[in-house]
Each structure stands twice: as structure tokens, then as C-alpha cells.
């Protein structure tokens, strides 16, 4: 071998060992069906070409954001992510997202390359083109206006099928139908505008479809996509993702959306652009940048396209037969000439919630389409708070340095000498104390420091109780409306209250009937009760949300058997939080029961024998025998059970999700979705997580004072 082949494969060999001991490259994507398939399939072909190993997760899509935000600026989450280019400005703005150097603008469609742009810089390199169209069923003439469509549906109905479905609640559907109204998201001043005849026209058209039965109640894109399979839909409105999760033996064809025949105007999607983005924070900047073009370019984007039905934003993709000659690649080209490129600003990520409040309020039956905008308009000024003025710390800092000060000049006050014996047990507890300062002591530090602050698109300012002058005095919204601290304590308290009574009750009402020694097959009675408890609490919340459903739900079902008609569940608060209670009861009363279980077998029977020679009645003996025995045990459950359910933060947002307009959210749900739904702002959640702690902290020493514990 020569010299220099011996340098080549010596640089080769230096090459894969220092691929094999650097870190895998982290991606992570919102993809599912085919669509992750391709990527993973790129991913291991990239590392059988570089040697570079490559960790793709998927994560859920309306979780990906916060986590991407949450995630880099602290050094963490992925060197590469995919997602849509419309979040590009609030990413840069929180430096998430690393320049693009010298992207090759004239390999990719010009609106895709547009759309990365940012302040003469571009970001990520694109991968795919996305929009909204209409997939048509085999046999089912395809519609060109909302006159022909509203001429065809009927045909289709019957007791168990619709005309068309779609995710109606989404405002990501439903902007196209605003545009061929004639619809503008943005004023001139660049704030969103809610409260306009296009919106309320736009949303009563919607809803005179839902009234007609043309289109079904509470749609999801799981019901979407089982209904079109099981054909009981003529046709649905989604995107390129769609084509992968419907049955290959199901034919349809794929058009642009329709005109609007009151307007003559198209309905107009958004447009997304999705890119592979390297981390602003990757350690491994240069292999990041390989990775995201690599995923952009050649055989990687035949891949997305035979496997995950992407439209390519690659314009050399479009020369090669299997794009081309695709009927459905080609239908979406075309319906992606009418389409508008979703704006990339800040504003376009506050506009969210707000229709999905109106949208969800006028299908519900809540509120009339003429007035939703007005509710849209009030939610958006009360979510988007103005900047907290900046305030001084070194009052805060001064009340700090006292407190600490005066709590070691107390303990100095009373020293005393450890025994050999009170070593020994400090070691014992050594490591329960460590877990208990690092997953406890610390993160509540951290949450109370965060509370003084004001956080904005990655910018911290120190605000002292302004956060929590703004909860308490209920800026921006009325006291008994949701978004008020006090409604959702109101709610919390309420909801903590009816579920442990019906926890105790049917606890200790399923214990007493188990402990009957004459009850044939008690054993198995047991083990069915304690199913629901054993069962992890978000697959039963999901589960009672499927049963929950207006059309579809097995609860519906079984009222229609007994000639009740079927309930909108999540229209009303009284319903809604009423299915919230029945699913947590379903999941709390078997602690109570087994904790009550446990007790009643403790009870000497004697008492039960020599109350009964004294003619003592069963409520009699219940009163006095049974209940102040039980109580020693049930006292401490009981507190148990009201924290768990005080926090209970799955079922509320699984089986409620918060509607109607957020009447059914609870504090620590609240929380949740001012720190990750509501403009990532982190200070107002940590002063709810506060107040959440205080509220709780008076609860425990009212408890310990009915135990006993404490004197009064």
C-alpha cells in the first residue's frame, strides 16, 4: 500500500473512531406513520454513511414547541429538529435556532426558502411543503364551491354516516374557510382581529353543517381518519399526512379546497414550510449541519415521499418519476397555489387559544357565531398580559439576608452536642435527605425565585410580587370568570370536596359489603375493584374520553337504550365537570375501599356481639362502633386523597381538556398552561405554583390540627 492510501485510510479509521466515541446526534420530530418511518429509515442510512450514530424521537406535535423552548436554551434536547417554519421567529428569538450558513436557495421551491428567512439570514433547510386539501372518496363527485359541496353531502347521510369531516375545532382548519369569507387574521397594525363579520359568517357556516348532520360533533383527527376508512365519510379536509394513515384498499383522489360561493374567493390554507433546524446549542455544530441537510436532499426526500406522502421542497425531487408521476403529490402542489404562507411572527403563536375558544364555544352550542369574536377578542387581551415593569432587588435581597440571619442566630441561641447515637441516625437518613433536597428542597427554591420574575421570549426581568399582585387582584378578567384565580380555587375546592366524599362513600360502602362473610366469591370481587386503581390514571382518562363523546361515546349509547337523549358532555361546565368527577371517582374510590377494608378487619367483633345483645340497631352500631374505630386510619387517607385530587392534573386535562372556555381547569392545570400554552410565561406559573402551595400548606395544618397532632 502506498503512502498515501495509507494516509487516506489512516484519516478513515481517525475518522469512524471519533464518530463511534462522540455522542449520538440527537433529532427529535412530531411525526407519526409513515412519515416517522421515512425518518428513521434516513437516520439509520446516515449512519451507515458517516459513522455518526443518530437518536431520533418522536415527540407529540402540540408538545413539541414547549419542549424545543423549554429544552435548548438550558443545554439540553436535541442537535436537530423538524418542525414547521411558522414558530421560526419566536425560536430565534429565544436562540434555539442556529443559522443556516450558505444555504443553496436554488435547490429548494421558492416559497419554501422564503419562509426561512429571517432578517437577511436563513434558518434550517427545508424538507417539505404542507397544506390543507380535500380528500374525495372513490365515486364521489369532487366539489369546486360550498354550493356544489352542500349539493352532494346530503346524499351521503344515514344514521351512522356524514358528509364530511374535519378538525373543526382547530383553528389550523378552520383559517381557510375565514379566508374565502373574506377573512383577515391581521389588522394593519399587525394585531390579530377576532370580532368581524368574515369570522362570524365563517363560523356560521360551520356550524350549519354540524346542525345538518354533515358533519359530526367533537371531531379529532383519530375520528377523522376512522371514519373515512370505515367509510361512513364521503370526504375530509386534511393534509399530505393523511395519505398514510388511510387503508390502501380505499380509493380516493385529493383536489384544492373549495370556493366559497357567498364570496367567490378560494379557501385559502396556510401554508407551512418544514425544515430540519440545527440547535443553537448543539456541541456537535458541524455534524448537526450534515444531519439537517442530509435529511433535506437526494435519496432522503424520495424517502419522505414514497414513505411519508411529503411534498418536496427539493425541486430537483420533482424530475424523478416517483414524484411526478404521484396523483397525490401532484394534487397538493396544486392546492398549494392557493395557499398562504403562514406568518412566521410573534403574534401568529397568540392566536391559538383564542379561536380554539371561540371555535369550540359556537360548535358546543355556547355561544351564537355573531358573538364568538368578541369572546375571542376578550381571551386574547387577558392571555397576552403587557411587560411587568422592571423592580428593585435589593429590598428582596436585604428581607433575604434578614431572614437567613435571624434563623441562624435562633438555632445558635440553643446549641446543643450531638450524641454518638444522633450521628448514627443522621447516616441512616443521609440519602432520603439528599433525594429530598434534590427533588424537593431545590426545585422549590427555584419555582419561588422564578415567581419574581417576568419571563419574554427568553428574557428574564426581575419583577418582585408583581406576578402575584396580578393574580390576586385578577388584572385583565373578572373574578368569577375562568383565567381568575379565585374561579378556578372555587373550582379546585369544589372538585377536591365532591370527589373524596364519593371516594369515602363508595369506599367504604364496597368495604363493608366485601367484608360480609357470607359473600360467595369475595376474593375475585376484590381484585376486579382494585382494576380501576392499577390501571395507570391517563390510559383511563383517555378511555372515559372516548366514552364521553357526543356521537360515538359508549355513555351516549347507553342513555339512547334507555330513551335519554345524548348529552354534550363538554358544552356545559355542570356536565363537564361532572364527567371529570365520575372518571376520577372511578379511579379513587378502590384506595379508599382497601384502605376501609383494612380497618373494618381490625375491628374486634366482640363489640359488634355485646352491641347487638344490647339491641343495638346496624346504623346504631355503625355510628358508634364502626365509624369512630375507622377513623384513626381513614383521617390520614382522607388528607392523602384531598392532596391527589387537589392536584389532579391528568384527568382534567385528558377528559375536560378545561372546556367550556376553561370553567373546568383546576389551579395546577392553570398553571400548566400559562407556563407552556400561553407565551412560555414561566414567572405567573411559578407564582400559581406558589399559591398552590400555600393553599395547600394551610390545608395540612388544618388536617394535622383535626388529628390531633397539633393543639388548637
Known amino acids: 500500500m502506498s503512502r498515501g492510501a495509507r494516509r487516506v485510510a489512516a484519516s478513515l479509521l481517525l475518522l469512524f473512531a471519533s464518530a463511534a466515541l462522540a455522542a449520538p446526534l440527537r433529532l427529535w420530530h412530531g411525526y407519526r406513520g409513515g412519515e416517522e418511518e421515512a425518518i428513521e429509515r434516513i437516520a439509520r442510512q446516515f449512519t451507515a454513511e458517516t459513522g455518526l450514530e443518530v437518536e431520533a424521537l418522536a415527540v407529540p406535535y402540540d408538545a413539541l414547541s414547549s419542549k424545543l423552548t423549554s429544552a435548548i436554551p438550558h443545554g439540553a434536547g436535541p442537535d436537530v429538529f423538524i418542525f414547521a417554519h411558522e414558530r421560526l421567529r419566536q425560536f430565534h428569538r429565544l436562540k434555539v435556532v442556529a443559522p443556516t450558513p450558505a444555504l443553496e436557495t436554488d435547490r429548494y421551491l421558492l416559497p419554501?426558502?422564503?419562509?426561512?428567512?429571517?432578517?437577511?439570514?436563513?434558518?434550517?433547510?427545508?424538507?417539505?411543503?404542507?397544506?390543507?386539501?380535500?380528500?374525495?372518496?372513490?365515486?364521489?363527485?369532487?366539489?369546486?364551491?360550498?354550493?356544489?359541496?352542500?349539493?352532494?353531502?346530503?346524499?351521503?347521510?344515514?344514521?351512522?354516516?356524514?358528509?364530511?369531516?374535519?378538525?373543526?375545532?382547530?383553528?389550523?382548519?378552520?383559517?381557510?374557510?375565514?379566508?374565502?369569507?373574506?377573512?383577515?387574521?391581521?389588522?394593519?397594525?399587525?394585531?390579530?382581529?377576532?370580532?368581524?363579520?368574515?369570522?362570524?359568517?365563517?363560523?356560521?357556516?360551520?356550524?350549519?353543517?354540524?346542525?345538518?348532520?354533515?358533519?359530526?360533533?367533537?371531531?379529532?383527527?383519530?375520528?377523522?381518519?376512522?371514519?373515512?376508512?370505515?367509510?361512513?365519510?364521503?370526504?375530509?379536509?386534511?393534509?399530505?399526512?393523511?395519505?398514510?394513515?388511510?387503508?390502501?384498499?380505499?380509493?380516493?383522489?385529493?383536489?384544492?379546497?373549495?370556493?366559497?360561493?357567498?364570496?367567490?374567493?378560494?379557501?385559502?390554507?396556510?401554508?407551512?414550510?418544514?425544515?430540519?433546524?440545527?440547535?443553537?446549542?448543539?456541541?456537535?455544530?458541524?455534524?448537526a449541519q450534515r444531519l439537517a441537510r442530509y435529511l433535506s436532499v437526494g435519496d432522503a426526500t424520495l424517502q419522505r415521499v414514497t414513505l411519508g406522502r411529503q411534498i418536496p421542497a427539493e425541486l430537483a425531487a420533482w424530475d424523478d418519476p416517483l414524484v411526478s408521476g404521484d396523483p397525490l403529490i401532484s394534487a397538493f402542489r396544486a392546492a398549494a397555489e392557493r395557499a398562504t404562507p403562514t406568518p412566521n411572527t410573534l403574534e401568529m403563536a397568540r392566536v391559538w387559544e383564542p379561536m380554539k375558544l371561540a371555535l369550540k364555544a359556537v360548535l358546543q352550542g355556547g355561544v351564537a357565531p355573531e358573538d364568538a369574536g368578541a369572546l375571542a377578542d376578550r381571551r386574547y387581551r387577558a392571555l397576552n398580559r403587557e411587560a411587568l415593569p422592571q423592580a428593585d432587588p435589593r429590598p428582596w435581597l436585604i428581607a433575604l439576608a434578614v431572614g437567613v440571619s435571624w434563623l441562624l442566630w435562633r438555632h445558635a441561641r440553643r446549641p446543643r452536642q450531638p450524641s454518638p447515637e444522633t450521628w448514627l441516625g443522621l447516616t441512616w437518613v443521609a440519602p432520603a435527605a439528599l433525594g429530598l433536597l434534590a427533588l424537593v428542597l431545590i426545585p422549590f427554591v427555584i419555582g419561588l425565585s422564578l415567581s419574581l420574575f417576568h419571563h419574554e421570549a427568553g428574557d428574564y426581568t426581575f419583577v418582585g410580587g408583581a406576578n402575584f399582585v396580578d393574580i390576586l387582584t385578577s388584572r385583565g378578567y373578572r373574578f368569577n370568570e375562568p383565567l381568575s384565580f379565585y374561579f378556578t380555587l372555587a373550582v379546585t375546592l369544589l372538585w377536591t370536596a365532591v370527589?373524596?366524599?364519593?371516594?369515602?362513600?363508595?369506599?367504604?360502602?364496597?368495604?363493608?359489603?366485601?367484608?360480609?362473610?357470607?359473600?360467595?366469591?369475595?376474593?375475585?370481587?376484590?381484585?376486579?375493584?382494585?382494576?380501576?386503581?392499577?390501571?395507570?390514571?391517563?390510559?383511563?382518562?383517555?378511555?372515559?374520553?372516548?366514552?364521553?363523546?357526543?356521537?360515538?361515546?359508549?355513555?351516549?349509547?347507553?342513555?339512547?337504550?334507555?330513551?335519554?337523549?345524548?348529552?354534550?358532555?363538554?358544552?356545559?361546565?355542570?356536565?363537564?365537570?361532572?364527567?371529570?368527577?365520575?372518571?376520577?371517582?372511578?379511579?379513587?374510590?378502590?384506595?379508599?375501599?382497601?384502605?376501609?377494608?383494612?380497618?373494618?378487619?381490625?375491628?374486634?367483633?366482640?363489640?359488634?356481639?355485646?352491641?347487638?345483645?344490647?339491641?343495638a340497631s346496624r346504623w346504631a352500631q355503625f355510628r358508634h362502633i364502626t365509624l369512630p374505630l375507622l377513623r384513626p386510619a381513614l383521617l390520614p387517607a382522607v388528607i392523602l386523597g384531598s392532596v391527589w385530587t387537589f392536584n389532579m392534573f391528568n384527568i382534567i386535562y385528558l377528559v375536560s381538556g378545561g372546556e367550556p372556555g376553561g370553567g373546568t381547569d383546576i389551579l395546577v392545570s392553570e398553571a400548566f398552561r400559562w407556563a407552556f400554552q400561553r407565551n412560555e410565561q414561566y414567572g405567573f406559573a411559578a407564582a400559581y405554583s406558589v399559591l398552590i402551595f400555600v393553599v395547600l400548606f394551610v390545608w395540612s395544618r388544618i388536617t394535622r390540627r383535626l388529628s390531633g397532632e397539633e393543639p388548637a
Not at 382548519?173 to 359568517?201: K, N, S, V
Request: charged residues 15%.
Open 112 to 287: 419554501a426558502v422564503a419562509a426561512l428567512e429571517l432578517d437577511g439570514a436563513h434558518y434550517g433547510y427545508p424538507l417539505a411543503i404542507k397544506c390543507l386539501a380535500l380528500f374525495v372518496r372513490e365515486g364521489v363527485a369532487a366539489p369546486d364551491s360550498t354550493d356544489a359541496l352542500e349539493r352532494v353531502l346530503p346524499a351521503h347521510l344515514s344514521p351512522d354516516t356524514f358528509g364530511i369531516a374535519w378538525e373543526a375545532g382547530d383553528f389550523y382548519f378552520h383559517a381557510p374557510i375565514l379566508a374565502g369569507f373574506g377573512g383577515q387574521l391581521f389588522g394593519a397594525d399587525g394585531r390579530a382581529r377576532f370580532d368581524t363579520p368574515e369570522m362570524a359568517r365563517s363560523l356560521t357556516w360551520v356550524k350549519s353543517l354540524q346542525d345538518r348532520a354533515l358533519l359530526p360533533q367533537e371531531v379529532s383527527g383519530a375520528l377523522v381518519k376512522t371514519l373515512f376508512n370505515e367509510r361512513r365519510i364521503a370526504m375530509a379536509i386534511s393534509g399530505p399526512w393523511f395519505a398514510s394513515e388511510i387503508d390502501p384498499q380505499l380509493g380516493y383522489s385529493v383536489h384544492p379546497l373549495p370556493v366559497v360561493s357567498q364570496t367567490g374567493l378560494p379557501m385559502s390554507p396556510f401554508l407551512g414550510v418544514e425544515a430540519a433546524f440545527d440547535s443553537a446549542r448543539s456541541e456537535q455544530a458541524e455534524a
Open 499 to 615: 370527589n373524596v366524599v364519593l371516594h369515602v362513600s363508595l369506599g367504604l360502602f364496597l368495604a363493608i359489603l366485601l367484608k360480609e362473610p357470607l359473600l360467595k366469591l369475595r376474593a375475585v370481587y376484590r381484585v376486579l375493584l382494585i382494576v380501576p386503581w392499577a390501571v395507570p390514571n391517563y390510559i383511563t382518562a383517555l378511555m372515559w374520553k372516548g366514552m364521553f363523546h357526543r356521537q360515538f361515546g359508549a355513555i351516549n349509547a347507553l342513555l339512547g337504550l334507555l330513551g335519554v337523549e345524548p348529552v354534550s358532555w363538554f358544552t356545559h361546565w355542570s356536565t363537564a365537570f361532572a364527567a371529570n368527577v365520575i372518571t376520577n371517582t372511578w379511579l379513587g374510590f378502590p384506595f379508599m375501599m382497601v384502605v376501609s377494608l383494612g380497618a373494618l378487619q381490625s375491628i374486634p367483633a366482640d363489640l359488634y356481639e355485646a352491641a347487638a345483645v344490647d339491641g
